[in-house]
Each structure stands twice: as C-alpha cells, then as structure tokens.
C-alpha cells in the first residue's frame, strides 16, 4: 500500500489538497482556485488536473483519495451543488486515477476531522459550526457525522432565528445565516453606515466600542444563542465546536454568545463552547482520514498527533 493519501477540500472559491501520510504527517499543501464561473463541467476537470498532479508530486499512486465538497453528498456521489452547478457527479469521476476514492460534505468532512484529530477528539456526541460566508454544521453522533436520512442534516443555518426579520436567499425569513454569518455581519454593518466592512472590521469597531458595529455585533451573537438553545434542547451536546472566519474573534464572540446560550436554557447547563483546532486545514485533514478509509485503514487518525498535523503551519 502506498504512503499517502490525495486529500481535497473544495470549496466554492478555492480548493486546498494535500498529501497525507499513513501516521499523519502533511507532505504538502497546495490550494487552488475554484473556476465554477466556468461551469460544473470545468470544475471538475480542474479537481481530476489537481488530483493528479499531487498524486505526480507524491512520487506514485496514493492509497485512496478523499473528496470534501459542498451541496447534497454521499459517500460514492456529489448529487447536487447550488453553488457549483453539478449533478449526480459520481466519485471515480473526479479522480483519474485507478485507486478508491470516497466523497464527504465540506462541513461534515470538517466535523469529522475535528471529532477524530481536534477539538471534538475526547467526545463522541458535539455540534461543529464553523461560521463562514455562510453557516452549516456537523452534527456528530458517537464521533461520526450525521447527515440525516437525505443528507441534508446539520442546516443550522437557516433555522429563522427572527420570524419577522430579514429575507434569506434561500426563501425563508430570518434565518440565522441573514445574521449571524461573516458575509451577513460585515453586509448589515455597511448597509447602516454605506461604508463596505468585513466582519473582522465590524468585530474591530465592536472591541473599540463603536455604536453600530456593537448592535450589529449584538444581532449575530442573539440570533447564534438562539439557534444553539434549540440544538441543545434537541440534541443534547457535549459541547459546541466553533470554527470558521467569525470564530477568530475569539472572546469577543464566545463570552457573549455562552451568556447568552445559559441565559435561554434556563433550567440546564449549557455545553462549553470551544475553538475548533485545525483551523482551516479541518476539511482538508478530514478528507485525508476518508481517503484513508476508502484505502480500508477505517482507524487511520485514532493515533495522529495535532502537533504534527500543524506541521506545515495551518495556513
């Protein structure tokens, strides 16, 4: 069997592949552009081009490729994405080579990898939310991700958070996402004020106490302690993961968010709140640990070391 793995998190902007060594060392990270303005078809050529060349740069054929990718997803198919345009794309044509080869979804591949090698590492049942352009979870259930009996499990995103606030772009009202995303923050700040902000700027001006960024601010981590309090009466975590662009904020959004989290469960303890720990390379090493499972190594990870797993840096 070979030593590595190809490994690649697809993302609707850029996509990040690697080469993952059986006890877990990262050979190579390499990231690319996402030309879905080209169309689903070009895509795809561009994901098989990339696969090949870290496959060429490992020195051989890899043991297994692993695919994270975005929109409705099984293990053997990527069924539909909104954001990309492809249907019923089955795994073995994404990768041009003759090795196994297993499709996950980006957030879920994300929660595994945090459940087997980060911050979920010592329990079995917790919500992983990275906080992006949009927001999506992985619900993990004894370690593993749950996609519900369509694969549509874990949109937290569009709960409505507030029946009678703002329209969300997938049709509903008030969605969590029209909120609390990093695109919603950094959008509601420069439609009050007409100047353009991210959300790491709207969290800047929150931190030096500027009025709008702190009721903008204020929107999100409501309308996040709102949809957490649901999941934690349904599910019962052991804890919440946070990840993604917003979660950089650190305390400025955690201390808030976990006031006003125990505030609403007002007859329980509320889950601790935690950092996800591998950072943007989570998707990434997920498909590593997929790859390796199609490889028929189902325990590659259980010994891998964080330390060495940063090793070239998170980037």
């Not at 957030?107 to 010592?122: C, I, N, Y």
């Not at 700040?189 to 601010?217: C, H, I, K």
């Amino acid at each position: 069997m070979s030593s590595f793995v190809v490994a690649l998190d697809v993302g609707g902007t850029s996509m990040k592949g690697g080469l993952v060594t059986r006890s877990g060392e990262i050979v190579l990270i390499e990231r690319r552009d996402t030309p879905r303005e080209r169309g689903p078809a070009a895509v795809v050529q561009v994901i098989r081009s990339f696969i090949d060349d870290l496959a060429t740069a490992g020195g051989g054929l890899p043991a297994g490729v692993g695919l994270a990718v975005p929109g409705l997803v099984t293990p053997e198919a990527a069924l539909y994405s909104a954001n990309i345009g492809w249907r019923n794309v089955k795994a073995e044509d994404f990768v041009p080579l003759d090795v196994p080869v297993m499709l996950g979804h980006d957030v879920r591949t994300g929660g595994l990898g945090e459940s087997v090698l980060g911050a979920g590492r010592e329990i079995s049942d917790f919500l992983f939310l990275p906080i992006g352009t949009g927001i999506a979870g992985a619900v993990v259930l004894h370690g593993e991700p749950y996609g519900g009996s369509a694969g549509w499990g874990g949109e937290i995103g569009h709960i409505p958070v507030f029946p009678d606030g703002e329209p969300c772009a997938c049709g509903q009202i008030g969605c969590l996402e029209t909120y609390a995303s990093a695109s919603a923050v950094g959008r509601r700040y420069s439609a009050r004020t007409g100047s353009p902000a991210t959300a790491e700027r709207v969290a800047a001006l929150t931190a030096s106490g500027d009025l709008v960024a702190t009721e903008v601010w204020g929107d999100a981590v409501e309308a996040l302690s709102l949809a957490l309090a649901t999941y934690t009466l349904l599910l019962d975590p052991a804890a919440i993961v946070l990840g993604g662009g917003l979660s950089e904020a650190g305390h400025l959004l955690s201390d808030p968010l976990a006031e006003r989290l125990q505030k609403r469960l007002t007859f329980r303890e509320a889950p601790p709140l935690r950092s996800a720990s591998l950072g943007v390379n989570a998707g990434m090493l997920g498909a590593a640990l997929l790859g390796w499972r199609a490889a028929g190594c189902p325990d590659a990870g259980a010994a891998w070391s964080l330390d060495v797993l940063k090793s070239p840096p998170v980037a």
